[in-house]
């Protein structure tokens, strides 16, 4: 193969595979009319093999983007305006992170298809420092006297608006995302896109949007934190003037809405373009991030004091006081994602931000401080060496750390952690909550965690959380669409508490009734799914809930049966890339 055709099919393979392969599980994909299927190992290698040679002989980028266009059609991986767009979308920054980047081929496959197909890791001898001071002794945590003040924390994640969103379109179109302007109509015996939305690979108008903020509205809340994902999954035609359209639009309707509560926005992995392009501070100029900070502190200015905007301007992370006695930290866990490209250059703690975190949660244990921590990516989706020191980190202050809350995955679900020296004891859990938006094939849905209050020795720790969601079924036959409470967590599981070691009884319980599982796979997907998950499918389901450490099968050792080892890998795959 020529090198042109190599530089190409390499920037084919990571234009598609970084940008349009995303879903939130296998179990939610639909056939997207393109597919990693198509590329084996050994190709993938043979590909980036090529590349340096390909870079070295200085091909012209728009010749190399027309060839990469035609690769990208006859492997199937999209339609040809899909590709084209893609390609011309990607090229620039992919190019330039990897000409900075001393990646080898075996690591970019191993990164792109699984560490099945190699180690994919570069950057795997990095740590944290953390502080001399010994861990104060651990001090399990008790529910609160009856009567004591609950904190009502409105949890909104995955927005995805899509502006062209058309009802009456065609909800099964061939591009990546449908239900919107260039979809065409439905076939006869199709319904068309309804309304407030659609069981397919759609997301959601902005009338959906508004009605549920509408119906917040009048709710009582003491505290927002919201994860960020507000673009549409277009992610091969975004320009800078559309995620800040998407941010600012967004942004001001959150505030209409819910602008007299305290709120906390984190950034998710689709605020930039392209998609999952998030360079550390180093790199400046036009391939910098400082387009889409400097927005967020002016969109967001009046939820957040000075320093907060300080370090959101320069890395998109803050920290801030909530309450008395309690911190929030909201991280950009865009620097530990496979899938930003920048990370290639250097992913040793990017932005220093977790040598930051640590400092943070040293002062906060210091003057006996409760932290709250925020973010978009679940840190058992992360690069291995990046969550390895974050799972340091959290065994270390698990004390101080009174919960974690992500998004991401579009469903629900959660992380345990557990004690470094025997994996056996739980110190901490990462709420996962579900998706604002359908996509893929979801109802829309929202959550309400209920936080030990604000009061002297609050552990401000998870008491309960509610899950809300807009049966789309129902809402599409409607002209007033009703918001209904789809389960509380202590009432659906049946527990007294919903601690650490709470929510490891839970999985142990998983494995031991079936129905109770099959309960939470329908909850996992808020309530709209007609498959049975079983055998592999659920050993990596419930492995998933006990890995908040990247790529340790020690977390599961001893408690599943024979399994599937791309069951496993393609679920945690399909979780990382939404």
């Not at 990164?111 to 950057?123: F, P, T």
């Not at 068309?192 to 959906?208: H, V």
Request: glycine fraction near 6%.
């Amino acid at each position: 193969m020529a090198a042109g055709t190599f530089f190409s099919v390499s920037l084919t393979v990571w234009a598609l595979g970084t940008g349009l392969s995303a879903a939130p599980s296998p179990a939610l994909t639909p056939e997207l009319g393109l597919s990693w299927k198509n590329i084996s190992c050994a190709t993938c290698r043979a590909i980036f093999t090529g590349l340096d040679i390909a870079l070295q002989l200085n091909n012209n980028l728009d010749e190399v983007a027309v060839l990469a266009s035609e690769v990208c059609v006859r492997l199937k991986l999209a339609p040809r305006d899909i590709c084209e767009q893609a390609i011309a979308l990607f090229k620039h920054d992919m190019i330039t992170a990897w000409i900075n980047s001393i990646l080898k081929p075996s690591e970019i496959c191993g990164l792109m298809l699984g560490i099945y197909c190699g180690h994919w890791d570069i950057y795997s001898d990095w740590n944290v420092t953390l502080p001399d001071k010994p861990k104060p002794p651990v001090i399990p945590p008790k529910p609160p006297q009856p009567g004591a003040p609950i904190t009502r924390v409105l949890f909104l994640t995955d927005v995805h608006w899509d502006k062209d969103y058309i009802p009456g379109s065609n909800p099964d179109c061939r591009d990546p995302l449908c239900c919107r302007k260039g979809s065409g109509l439905p076939p006869k015996h199709r319904k068309g896109a309804g309304k407030w939305g659609e069981y397919s690979k759609c997301d959601l108008p902005l009338s959906t949007i508004e009605n549920m903020l509408q119906h917040l509205q009048s709710r009582h809340f003491d505290l927002v934190y919201w994860t960020g994902d507000i673009p549409a999954h277009n992610v091969w035609h975004q320009t800078r003037k559309d995620q800040l359209l998407a941010l600012n639009t967004i942004t001001a309707l959150v505030w209409k809405h819910l602008g007299k509560v305290p709120i906390f926005p984190a950034v998710g992995n689709h605020e930039s373009t392209p998609v999952n392009s998030f360079p550390p501070p180093f790199i400046h100029g036009n391939e910098s991030s400082a387009w889409l900070y400097d927005a967020m502190v002016e969109a967001w200015k009046d939820w957040l004091p000075k320093e907060a905007q300080e370090t959101l301007r320069r890395a998109g992370f803050y920290t801030v006081k909530v309450q008395p006695g309690l911190r929030l930290v909201a991280l950009n866990m865009n620097f530990c994602s496979h899938e930003n490209f920048w990370l290639l250059v250097n992913s040793t703690d990017p932005a220093g931000q977790l040598q930051w975190l640590i400092n943070i949660l040293q002062d906060a244990e210091n003057n006996g401080d409760k932290v709250h921590i925020i973010g978009h990516i679940p840190p058992g989706l992360c690069m291995k060496v990046w969550s390895w020191n974050y799972y340091r980190i959290v065994n270390r202050y698990e004390g101080t750390i009174a919960a974690q809350f992500f998004g991401h995955t579009h469903v629900d679900e959660f992380e345990v952690f557990y004690d470094e020296e025997t994996l056996s004891r739980a110190v901490s859990v990462a709420f996962i909550a579900p998706s604002v938006t359908t996509y893929i094939n979801l109802n829309p849905g929202f959550r309400i965690y209920l936080i030990d209050g604000n009061y002297s020795e609050s552990s401000h720790s998870v008491l309960d959380h509610e899950t809300y969601i807009l049966n789309l079924t129902e809402a599409n036959e409607s002209v007033n669409p009703k918001w209904v409470l789809l389960y509380r967590l202590r009432e659906a599981y049946r527990m007294e508490t919903v601690f650490p070691a709470d929510m490891d009884n839970l999985i142990s319980l998983f494995l031991r009734d079936d129905g109770l599982f099959q309960r939470y796979w329908f909850l996992y997907h808020k309530g709209h799914t007609a498959q049975v998950c079983k055998e592999a499918c659920k050993t990596a389901t419930i492995c998933a809930l006990r890995t908040g450490r990247a790529d340790d099968p020690a977390l599961c050792k001893g408690f599943h049966k024979v399994v599937m080892f791309r069951e496993t890998q393609n679920l945690w795959r399909g979780r990382r890339m939404c």
